[in-house]
T-cell receptor, first 115, second 109 residues
Framework: NAGVTQTPKFQVLKTGQSMTLQCAQDMNHEYMSWYRQDPGMGLRLIHYSVGAGITDQGEVPNGYNVSRSTTEDFPLRLLSAAPSQTSVYFC??????????????FGPGTRLTVT | GIQVEQSPPDLILQEGANSTLRCNFSDSVNNLQWFHQNPWGQLINLFYIPSGTKQNGRLSATTVATERYSLLYISSSQTTDSGVYFCAVITGGGNKLTFGTGTQLKVEL
């Protein structure tokens, strides 16, 4: 198992550019999510998905779009990058939906800088 | 929403020392995880421990859900233990983790 993989590892964008951060998992997990981590802080939830075709907003969704067409993949799109989106982005996955909670596994992260 | 507080915020140890990190949370939880973020930024799962006690080598963790806290014990610390330790919880249903602000640990020779 590769676990949770993310690409790219590093990215520099100019203000206004768009890009997609890729996330994939090979553990057949129903639940996937995106977090961002800003300096000196814990992680904050951006968007999440409880299964293919189902997504919802987290704590800090503005400026980001997601879709989930397959169980394995959960890309995060920045439509018009802003300097405030400079951060490290983590993707996570786990079993379980609804009222059940399971251990979550995180990818290696993507370090994004917006100039 | 639920509040997750970790203490101490910073900790410096000599190699070989023991330490206890604490995580307090303001509501009942369905899930509690401890992570180690190493100096390269990787998040490493340490424990999935919504209640009870678990041990893994030099590390152990205890969660007392009724009193809303969890403890992470590090024994015989090594320089490779340096990094940030996060506690994260889920309250209610689902899988949305709320993270604490972490404990920054530095282990010196």
């Amino acid at each position: 198992n590769a676990g949770v993989t993310q690409t790219p590892k590093f990215q520099v964008l100019k203000t206004g550019q768009s890009m997609t951060l890729q996330c994939a998992q090979d553990m057949n997990h129903e639940y996937m999510s995106w977090y961002r981590q800003d300096p000196g802080m814990g992680l904050r939830l951006i968007h999440y998905s409880v299964g293919a075709g189902i997504t919802d907003q987290g704590e800090v969704p503005n400026g980001y779009n997601v879709s989930r067409s397959t169980t394995e993949d959960f890309p995060l799109r920045l439509l018009s990058a802003a300097p405030s989106q400079t951060s490290v982005y983590f993707c996570a996955s786990s079993y379980g939906t609804g009222s059940l909670s399971y251990e979550q596994y995180f990818g290696p992260g993507t370090r994004l800088t917006v100039t | 929403g639920i509040q997750v507080e970790q203490s101490p915020p910073d900790l410096i140890l000599q190699e070989g020392a023991n330490s206890t990190l604490r995580c307090n949370f303001s509501d009942s939880v369905n899930n509690l995880q401890w992570f180690h973020q190493n100096p390269w930024g990787q998040l490493i799962n340490l424990f999935y421990i919504p209640s009870g006690t678990k041990q893994n080598g030099r590390l152990s963790a205890t969660t007392v859900a009724t009193e809303r806290y969890s403890l992470l014990y590090i024994s015989s610390s090594q320089t490779t233990d340096s990094g940030v330790y996060f506690c994260a919880v889920i309250t209610g249903g689902g899988n949305k983790l709320t993270f604490g602000t972490g404990t920054q640990l530095k282990v010196e020779l």
